[in-house]
Every structure is written in structure tokens, then in C-alpha cells.
């Protein structure tokens, strides 16, 4: 494509942001794929034209803003953007980086969902066959990481600094010189940090653990602790549109937590239009009031008529009704605003539509 066209795209697309809600996700490596998943899974449509950042919703006044994981604290603490999905650890790291700076306090991001993916741990490793078995005996030696302000602020404690370190990192990941007081000298490499050790550069380093896979074949063990991290929706402390964030988070929440769904049985058994119906249909069960049924069942009409049970509790009901597995999402948004509660959604492995 050429640069005016691209630049002529951009432009377009960045003059349409004003009156939508920004949301940050990852624009490549291993949370991307979950999370366009996660996208899916809550009915939020987009076309992303290649090699542009941005891509707007179809179906709700959102602009997704594809960014390395590493940047959307950045982003969703310090910026416009409404909405983020990240590493845990990511998030810290920005938060210990800022630590102390007047944006931190007014910007800063809150989480708002655990996704359930993306587990690791921020861990310090020292050489398997080496001397070093507590953090402590790192503390004045040469460390290694990608995470310099949570590695600074983990040793300033170690070293029993007081209070909240400024571990603010100059450009190139050096510590600053407000943090030179630091007898642990912490260096920041981009990659590979587990080969720090046996080319002598660190005594331990500060990485991520996953299986673990990487540190063993690197010789080295894990002491301790820094972070336990999983991928998080986190969201601005002032977001622009808060309905639509609780919304997005609702729906967000809906999938992560849905019931798996059953393994289907033989399909021989089923004939063409009830394994359609199988395919095209949810099942989706709720509590809601009896003063609330009515405009409960407008929503949920089913494909005949919605089942409705009567609960222990005096006056409230539970509904079951069979819902188009494209409308679920709006249908699920619309059921909470009527006051329904305990909203299940159920895949359907087989049906007799009759
Ligand atoms: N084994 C792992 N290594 C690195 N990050 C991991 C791992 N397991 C889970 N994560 C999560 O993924 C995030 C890194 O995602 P990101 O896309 O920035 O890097 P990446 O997946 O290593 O891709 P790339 O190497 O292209 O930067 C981490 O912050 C962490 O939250
Ligand atoms: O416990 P494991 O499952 O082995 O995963 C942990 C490794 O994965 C990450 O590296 P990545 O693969 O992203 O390459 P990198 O070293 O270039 O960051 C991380 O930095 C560790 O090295």
C-alpha cells in the first residue's frame, strides 16, 4: 500500500476516535490470540486493516488500539485509552516505574477482571549449581532483567531501603541516578535474559516462568518471587464512558466464566435441523423478579416460550429459554438492565426441535 494511502487510512480512522471508547490489547506474541478470542467470544466486531494500529467496532462505539503488552499500562494509566488487556506483571512494573510520580497517583490503572490466561511468575534465578540460595545474597551483585523497576523496588526492600523507591529507568533501561544508592548494580537487557549468567554478565536475573522450560535448559533455579501474573482487563481510573466499560467488562466476564461447553454426542443422531438448531442456538437461564418477568421475557421470548420455574425465594422466578447464539451478547446486556441476575449461558450438544 502506498505511504499516502496508509497515511490518508491513518488519518481517518485516528479522526473517528473522539466519540468512541479507546480499548488497548496486544498486537502480537502469546496473549494476542486469547484475547481476539476473548473479543469474539463478547460480540465485539472488527475490521482491522493490515498494518494499522487501529480498527473500529462495527457494533458499539469502541476503537480497538493494538499495542505491545508491555505499553498498554502506559496507555490505559496515562493516556485516553479507556480499557486494557495485559500481563499482571506488566501493569506492576509500569506502577513501579511511576512509583511517586504525580500521574501515578491521578492516572494509574485499575484491574478489573482476571482472564484466566497468560499464567507466569516474575521470578529471581541464580545459577542451579551455584552458591547463591536466597535473594539476599544477590543483594550488591550483578542482576539482570527485563523488569528493572520491580527488580529495583524488590532489592531496595531487600537492602531495607525505606518508603516508595523511585525506580524510575532512564531511556536505555538504566537505572536512574535517583536509584544509584542501590548497592544491587540491576541491568536491563530486552531478551534472552536467561543467558546473562553463563555469559557473566549477572550473578541472578529477574525473568518470567512459564513451565520453566527456559530456566532449566539455562542451568539456573528459581529462589523466589516477584510477581505472580496472568493476563488482566484493566481500565483508566477516569474512563471516558463508564456504562460502556462495565458493559464490555460484563460481557467479558460472561465468557471467561461460561460453563464448558458439553462434548457432543454422537451426531448421527441428530437430523440436519435439529443439529442446526444445536449449532445456531444458546440456552440461557436466569433469575430475575416476578414484577421484572415480563420485560424479561421480551427480551428472551425463546423459540416457542421461555420456561420459568418458581424459586424457594417468595417472587422471584428462574427462566430458561433457547436465545440465537449471535444475539447472546446483546441479549445478556439487556437482561441486566431489566435486574435479571445469575445469568447462565449453555451450549446446546443436541436437540429434538420437534
Ligand atoms: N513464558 C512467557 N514469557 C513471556 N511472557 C509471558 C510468558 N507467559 C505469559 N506471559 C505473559 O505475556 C506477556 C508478554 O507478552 P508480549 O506479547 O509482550 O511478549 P511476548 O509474548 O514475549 O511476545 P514478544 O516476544 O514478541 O514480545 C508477559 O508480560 C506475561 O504477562
Ligand atoms: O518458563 P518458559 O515456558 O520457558 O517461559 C519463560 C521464558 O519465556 C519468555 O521468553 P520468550 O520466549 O518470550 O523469549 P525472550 O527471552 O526473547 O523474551 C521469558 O522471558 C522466559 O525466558
Same mark, same amino acid.
Given at each position: 500500500? $502506498?505511504?499516502?494511502?496508509?497515511?490518508?487510512?491513518?488519518?481517518?480512522v !485516528?479522526?473517528?476516535?473522539? *466519540?468512541?471508547?479507546?480499548?488497548?490489547?496486544?498486537?502480537?506474541?502469546?496473549l494476542?490470540?486469547?484475547?481476539?478470542?476473548?473479543?469474539?467470544g463478547?460480540?465485539?466486531?472488527?475490521?482491522r486493516?493490515?498494518?494499522?494500529?487501529?480498527?473500529?467496532?462495527i457494533?458499539?462505539?469502541?476503537a480497538?488500539?493494538?499495542l505491545?503488552a508491555?505499553?498498554i499500562p502506559?496507555?490505559?494509566?496515562?493516556?485516553?485509552? *479507556?480499557?486494557?488487556?495485559?500481563g499482571? $506483571?506488566?501493569?506492576?512494573e509500569?506502577? %513501579?516505574?511511576?512509583?511517586? +510520580?504525580?500521574?501515578?497517583a $491521578?492516572?494509574?490503572?485499575?484491574?478489573?477482571?482476571?482472564?484466566?490466561?497468560?499464567?507466569?511468575?516474575?521470578?529471581?534465578?541464580?545459577?542451579?549449581?551455584?552458591?547463591?540460595?536466597?535473594?539476599?545474597?544477590?543483594v550488591?551483585k550483578?542482576?539482570?532483567?527485563?523488569f528493572?523497576? !520491580?527488580? =529495583?523496588?524488590?532489592?531496595?526492600k531487600?537492602?531495607?531501603?525505606?518508603?516508595?523507591?523511585?525506580? +524510575?529507568?532512564?531511556?536505555?533501561?538504566?537505572?536512574? @541516578?535517583?536509584?544509584?544508592?542501590?548497592?544491587?548494580?540491576?541491568?536491563?537487557?530486552?531478551g534472552s535474559?536467561e =543467558?546473562?549468567? %553463563?555469559?557473566g554478565?549477572? *550473578?541472578?536475573i529477574?525473568d518470567l516462568?512459564?513451565?520453566?522450560?527456559?530456566m532449566?535448559?539455562a542451568? !539456573?533455579?528459581a529462589i523466589?518471587?516477584?510477581? +505472580?501474573?496472568? %493476563?488482566?482487563?484493566?481500565?483508566?481510573?477516569?474512563?471516558s464512558?463508564?456504562?460502556?466499560?462495565?458493559?464490555?467488562?460484563?460481557?467479558i466476564?460472561?465468557?471467561?466464566?461460561k %460453563?464448558?461447553?458439553?462434548?457432543s454426542?454422537h451426531?448421527?443422531?441428530?437430523?440436519?435441523?435439529n443439529?442446526?438448531? =444445536?449449532?445456531?442456538?444458546? !440456552?440461557?437461564?436466569?433469575?430475575?423478579h416476578?414484577?421484572?418477568? $415480563?420485560?424479561a421475557?421480551?427480551?428472551t421470548?425463546?423459540r416457542?416460550?421461555?420456561?420459568?420455574?418458581?424459586?424457594?425465594?417468595?417472587?422471584w422466578?428462574?427462566?430458561?429459554?433457547?436465545?440465537?447464539?449471535? *444475539?447472546?451478547?446483546?441479549?445478556m446486556? +439487556?437482561? @441486566?438492565? &431489566?435486574?435479571?441476575?445469575?445469568?447462565? &449461558?449453555?451450549?446446546?450438544?443436541n436437540?429434538?426441535?420437534?
Amino acid at each position: 500500500m $502506498d505511504i499516502h494511502r496508509k497515511v490518508s487510512q491513518h488519518t481517518d480512522v !485516528l479522526g473517528s476516535l473522539n *466519540d468512541r471508547l479507546l480499548f488497548a490489547v496486544p498486537k502480537k506474541g502469546r496473549l494476542q490470540q486469547p484475547t481476539l478470542d476473548l473479543l469474539k467470544g463478547s460480540d465485539i466486531q472488527f475490521h482491522r486493516h493490515s498494518r494499522l494500529d487501529i480498527a473500529l467496532c462495527i457494533n458499539l462505539p469502541i476503537a480497538l488500539i493494538f499495542l505491545p503488552a508491555a505499553d498498554i499500562p502506559t496507555f490505559v494509566g496515562e493516556g485516553r485509552v *479507556d480499557l486494557g488487556i495485559t500481563g499482571r $506483571d506488566q501493569v506492576a512494573e509500569h506502577q %513501579a516505574v511511576t512509583a511517586g +510520580e504525580a500521574v501515578a497517583a $491521578d492516572g494509574g490503572v485499575e484491574e478489573v477482571l482476571d482472564l484466566g490466561f497468560g499464567k507466569c511468575r516474575l521470578q529471581v534465578q541464580v545459577p542451579e549449581k551455584g552458591e547463591i540460595t536466597d535473594p539476599v545474597e544477590l543483594v550488591g551483585k550483578n542482576v539482570v532483567t527485563s523488569f528493572v523497576g !520491580l527488580s =529495583a523496588a524488590y532489592f531496595s526492600k531487600l537492602e531495607g531501603h525505606q518508603g516508595v523507591i523511585d525506580a +524510575e529507568v532512564t531511556i536505555n533501561g538504566e537505572i536512574s @541516578e535517583a536509584n544509584k544508592k542501590l548497592k544491587t548494580k540491576i541491568k536491563y537487557v530486552g531478551g534472552s535474559v536467561e =543467558a546473562a549468567c %553463563a555469559l557473566g554478565v549477572a *550473578d541472578g536475573i529477574v525473568d518470567l516462568v512459564e513451565s520453566g522450560e527456559t530456566m532449566r535448559a539455562a542451568g !539456573l533455579k528459581a529462589i523466589a518471587t516477584v510477581v +505472580e501474573s496472568t %493476563a488482566v482487563l484493566i481500565k483508566s481510573k477516569h474512563p471516558s464512558n463508564v456504562s460502556l466499560v462495565n458493559l464490555i467488562a460484563s460481557r467479558i466476564k460472561g465468557v471467561i466464566s461460561k %460453563a464448558p461447553s458439553p462434548s457432543s454426542p454422537h451426531m448421527h443422531t441428530n437430523s440436519p435441523t435439529n443439529h442446526q438448531a =444445536a449449532q445456531k442456538y444458546v !440456552l440461557c437461564q436466569y433469575n430475575v423478579h416476578r414484577a421484572k418477568l $415480563d420485560s424479561a421475557t421480551q427480551v428472551t421470548p425463546g423459540r416457542r416460550a421461555p420456561t420459568i420455574t418458581s424459586l424457594e425465594e417468595p417472587e422471584w422466578v428462574a427462566v430458561s429459554s433457547m436465545v440465537l447464539k449471535k *444475539d447472546i451478547a446483546v441479549v445478556m446486556d +439487556e437482561l @441486566e438492565k &431489566v435486574g435479571a441476575t445469575d445469568i447462565l &449461558v449453555l451450549d446446546i450438544a443436541n436437540s429434538r426441535t420437534g
